[in-house]
């Protein structure tokens, strides 16, 4: 077995960690061992311990086989036990161009925050936007609209491809949207078309982020939304193109985070080496 660069991602709703494995030459990455998350909750050191333990059962390795750990995120300096820390929008830039070699343009959309990327062919970040101050067009709302209509989250998503006719919402402001929402729910409108109507209002402000740095093909897309078909579809039609989405976008912050963690260890060994 390679060397092991394990990967945290402390992000405001979830942590995740994933562990990496290095190829037998030691110049190249082989497979990811193991993916494990839980509810941040409002102890980020906790949380990252809480993930990483649950990685290494899954991987059934000891925390000392794990040769480096980098962590990224909204808590990321919350982690005691890290060796680095690094932005989000380098992990999710390269963890994204890793997925999808092509990747030019990355949109990654969090509980708290969204973010537009562009990066180059080598996956360095070339110029990135973020939303401001309102999270109407990140997960944070999303969940929100679940709570007020009284549906899982992980159901707001196929309901609302059910939608035959989509109901506007037009408020910039998540607790305003939050109010058409609910005032829609009196109206007796369908809730599949109250949703639909919410995906497409999040996909025109993410759009707004990803026409800020430029449409370049290919676009992935990072983060616990790429879980949702709604918003996946809401944002294809918006941009008019397909979006690269697979089983590990969700984790494609701690896969970054861990392929960046192998480059700094061996230009360390370089560096003692000389």
Same mark, same amino acid.
């Given at each position: 077995?390679?060397?092991?660069?394990?990967?945290?991602?402390? !992000? @405001?709703? +979830?942590?995740?960690? %994933?562990? =990496?494995?290095?190829?037998?030459?030691?110049?190249? *990455? !082989?497979?990811? %061992?193991?993916?494990?998350?839980?509810?941040?909750?409002?102890?980020?050191?906790?949380?990252?311990?809480?993930?990483?333990?649950?990685?290494?059962?899954?991987?059934?390795?000891?925390?000392?086989?794990?040769?480096? /750990?980098?962590?990224?995120?909204?808590?990321?300096?919350?982690? #005691? *036990?890290?060796? $680095?820390?690094?932005?989000?929008?380098?992990?999710?830039?390269?963890?994204?161009?890793?997925? *999808? #070699?092509?990747?030019?343009?990355?949109?990654?959309?969090?509980?708290?925050?969204?973010?537009?990327?562009?990066?180059?062919?080598?996956?360095? /970040?070339?110029?990135?936007? +973020?939303?401001?101050?309102?999270?109407?067009?990140?997960?944070?709302? =999303?969940?929100?609209?679940?709570?007020?209509?009284?549906?899982?989250?992980?159901?707001?998503? #196929? %309901?609302? %491809?059910?939608?035959?006719?989509?109901?506007?919402? @037009?408020?910039?402001?998540?607790?305003?949207?939050?109010?058409?929402?609910?005032?829609?729910?009196?109206?007796?409108? &369908?809730?599949?078309?109250?949703?639909?109507?919410?995906?497409?209002?999040? @996909?025109?402000?993410? +759009?707004?982020?990803?026409?800020?740095?430029? /449409?370049? &093909?290919?676009?992935?897309?990072?983060?616990?939304?790429?879980?949702? #078909?709604? =918003?996946?579809?809401?944002?294809?039609?918006?941009?008019?193109? &397909? =979006?690269?989405?697979?089983?590990?976008?969700?984790?494609?912050?701690?896969?970054?985070?861990?392929?960046?963690? *192998?480059?700094? $260890?061996?230009?360390?060994?370089?560096?003692?080496?000389?």
């Amino acid at each position: 077995m390679g060397r092991i660069v394990a990967g945290i991602d402390v !992000g @405001s709703r +979830m942590t995740k960690a %994933l562990l =990496l494995e290095e190829d037998g030459a030691g110049t190249g *990455f !082989g497979a990811i %061992l193991a993916r494990a998350s839980t509810v941040t909750g409002a102890w980020f050191a906790r949380a990252a311990e809480t993930a990483f333990a649950q990685a290494l059962a899954q991987a059934g390795l000891a925390r000392e086989q794990v040769a480096y /750990v980098v962590s990224t995120g909204y808590g990321r300096t919350q982690v #005691p *036990f890290r060796d $680095l820390q690094l932005t989000e929008i380098t992990s999710h830039a390269t963890g994204a161009v890793r997925l *999808f #070699p092509l990747t030019r343009t990355v949109l990654d959309v969090g509980a708290q925050n969204a973010r537009a990327i562009q990066v180059t062919e080598e996956g360095r /970040v070339k110029s990135f936007r +973020m939303n401001d101050k309102c999270a109407s067009g990140t997960g944070r709302f =999303l969940e929100r609209v679940a709570r007020a209509l009284e549906v899982e989250l992980d159901e707001i998503g #196929p %309901l609302s %491809l059910r939608s035959r006719e989509p109901r506007q919402i @037009s408020s910039i402001c998540a607790v305003l949207a939050e109010s058409e929402v609910i005032n829609l729910v009196t109206q007796d409108a &369908p809730i599949e078309d109250i949703l639909r109507g919410t995906h497409l209002s999040i @996909s025109e402000r993410l +759009m707004g982020l990803v026409r800020q740095v430029g /449409v370049r &093909p290919e676009v992935t897309l990072t983060g616990g939304v790429t879980k949702n #078909p709604g =918003l996946v579809k809401a944002l294809e039609e918006r941009l008019g193109l &397909p =979006l690269n989405v697979c089983a590990d976008s969700e984790y494609a912050g701690t896969l970054g985070a861990a392929l960046l963690g *192998f480059v700094r $260890l061996r230009k360390k060994e370089k560096e003692t080496a000389a």
